[in-house]
C-alpha cells in the first residue's frame, strides 16, 4: 500500500477513535471486543490533543467516532466539539447500533456530517427507532447510511498463530489495515484490535507481549510524517497479527453474548 501527501499531510481514507470501550449489546466477535472490556470512555481534551498532533501530519476523509457504543459517552458534544476544532478532517461521522440515538440531544445531531446505523439480527433495532433516527437525521442535514448485519466473521483465533507464514498469510489478506485506521491514547495504529486483544487475551497468553505499544506509533515521536509514512506502508504483520484472523475467519450468524458472560471464553 502506497500513500500520498498533500501540503505534507498523509492522505488516507479514514481514521477513528473508541470514545467509549463498552456497549449495551454483547456482539459475539465484536472487532474491538467491547463485551470483555471495562467501561471506559475518551477524555474530549485528550482526544483533541491527540487529533491535533496527528492533523500536523493526517489527512483523513472521514473521522469515525466508534466504540463500544459512542452514544454511552456521558458528553458527546464535547467530543464532537474537539474533533472539529482539531481540524482533523472535514468530514465527522458515528457509528452506532441506534438504541441510543434516537434519543440523543439535538447538540450530537448538529455537529455530526454523517452517520452510520448497525442494525443487528440478533438485536434488532425496532423500526420506529429507525424511522426517529432518519427524521433527525433528515433534519440535521446528517447523511445516514443503515447497515442490516446479520453474520459475523470471527477475529479471535482459538489459540495463537505458530506459524510465521499464517501470520503474513493473515496480514496480507486483512482488509482492517486500510480500513480501520485508530487514534488511541497517544498512539496511532493500522488497526483497531492491538490496543484491546492484549487487554482481553493477555491474561490467557502470559507470553504476548504488550501489543498496545509494540504496534502503534506515539504520536509524540520524532519525525512524526516519516514514521507514520513507513508504519503505514511496510508490508509486515503487526504482533497483533498472531492473535487475529482479520479477514481470513469463518462467516457465522450474529449472535450475542449471555449477559452473565465475563472475560474472554
Same mark, same amino acid.
Given at each position: 500500500?502506497?500513500?500520498?501527501?498533500?501540503?505534507?499531510?498523509?492522505?488516507?481514507?479514514?481514521?477513528?477513535?473508541?470514545?467509549?470501550?463498552?456497549?449495551?449489546?454483547?456482539?459475539?466477535?465484536?472487532?474491538?471486543?467491547?463485551?470483555?472490556?471495562?467501561?471506559?470512555?475518551?477524555?474530549?481534551?485528550?482526544?483533541?490533543?491527540?487529533?491535533?498532533?496527528?492533523?500536523?501530519?493526517?489527512?483523513?476523509?472521514?473521522?469515525?467516532?466508534?466504540?463500544?457504543?459512542?452514544?454511552?459517552?456521558?458528553?458527546?458534544?464535547?467530543?464532537?466539539?474537539?474533533?472539529?476544532?482539531?481540524?482533523?478532517?472535514?468530514?465527522?461521522?458515528?457509528?452506532?447500533?441506534?438504541?441510543?440515538?434516537?434519543?440523543? &440531544?439535538?447538540?450530537?445531531?448538529?455537529?455530526?456530517?454523517?452517520?452510520?446505523?448497525?442494525?443487528?439480527?440478533?438485536?434488532?433495532?425496532?423500526?420506529?427507532?429507525?424511522?426517529?433516527?432518519?427524521?433527525?437525521?433528515? #433534519?440535521?442535514?446528517?447523511?445516514?447510511?443503515?447497515?442490516?448485519?446479520?453474520?459475523?466473521? #470471527?477475529?479471535?483465533?482459538?489459540?495463537?498463530?505458530?506459524?510465521?507464514?499464517?501470520?503474513?498469510?493473515?496480514?496480507?489478506?486483512?482488509?482492517?489495515?486500510?480500513?480501520?485506521?485508530?487514534?488511541?491514547?497517544?498512539?496511532?495504529?493500522?488497526?483497531?484490535?492491538?490496543?484491546?486483544?492484549?487487554?482481553?487475551?493477555?491474561?490467557?497468553?502470559?507470553?504476548?507481549?504488550?501489543?498496545?505499544?509494540?504496534?502503534?506509533? &506515539?504520536?509524540?515521536?520524532?519525525?512524526?510524517?516519516?514514521?507514520?509514512?513507513?508504519?503505514?506502508?511496510?508490508?509486515?504483520?503487526?504482533?497483533?497479527?498472531?492473535?487475529?484472523?482479520?479477514?481470513?475467519?469463518?462467516? #457465522?450468524?450474529?449472535? #450475542?453474548?449471555?449477559?452473565?458472560?465475563?472475560?474472554?471464553?
Amino acid at each position: 500500500m502506497r500513500y500520498e501527501l498533500h501540503d505534507g499531510r498523509i492522505l488516507t481514507w479514514s481514521l477513528e477513535a473508541h470514545v467509549t470501550t463498552h456497549c449495551n449489546l454483547r456482539c459475539v466477535q465484536c472487532c474491538p471486543l467491547s463485551p470483555h472490556l471495562p467501561t471506559w470512555a475518551v477524555s474530549p481534551a485528550a482526544l483533541g490533543e491527540d487529533l491535533r498532533k496527528l492533523a500536523r501530519v493526517l489527512r483523513p476523509s472521514v473521522f469515525k467516532l466508534t466504540g463500544g457504543e459512542p452514544f454511552l459517552h456521558p458528553d458527546l458534544p464535547a467530543v464532537l466539539d474537539a474533533v472539529r476544532a482539531s481540524g482533523i478532517s472535514e468530514q465527522v461521522s458515528v457509528t452506532t447500533n441506534g438504541f441510543l440515538a434516537q434519543s440523543a &440531544p439535538d447538540a450530537v445531531y448538529e455537529r455530526l456530517d454523517r452517520m452510520t446505523l448497525s442494525v443487528y439480527s440478533s438485536a434488532p433495532l425496532p423500526e420506529r427507532s429507525i424511522t426517529r433516527i432518519t427524521e433527525r437525521c433528515e #433534519q440535521h442535514g446528517v447523511h445516514l447510511t443503515v447497515k442490516s448485519i446479520d453474520a459475523f466473521q #470471527q477475529l479471535t483465533p482459538d489459540a495463537p498463530h505458530t506459524s510465521d507464514s499464517a501470520v503474513r498469510s493473515i496480514h496480507e489478506r486483512c482488509w482492517l489495515k486500510v480500513r480501520c485506521h485508530l487514534v488511541h491514547a497517544g498512539r496511532f495504529y493500522t488497526c483497531t484490535r492491538p490496543p484491546h486483544v492484549a487487554t482481553v487475551l493477555g491474561p490467557t497468553y502470559p507470553e504476548m507481549p504488550a501489543l498496545a505499544d509494540v504496534d502503534g506509533v &506515539p504520536l509524540d515521536a520524532p519525525d512524526l510524517l516519516e514514521r507514520m509514512l513507513g508504519y503505514l506502508e511496510k508490508d509486515t504483520p503487526l504482533a497483533t497479527c498472531r492473535y487475529c484472523l482479520g479477514a481470513s475467519g469463518d462467516w #457465522q450468524p450474529h449472535a #450475542q453474548l449471555p449477559r452473565g458472560v465475563r472475560g474472554w471464553g
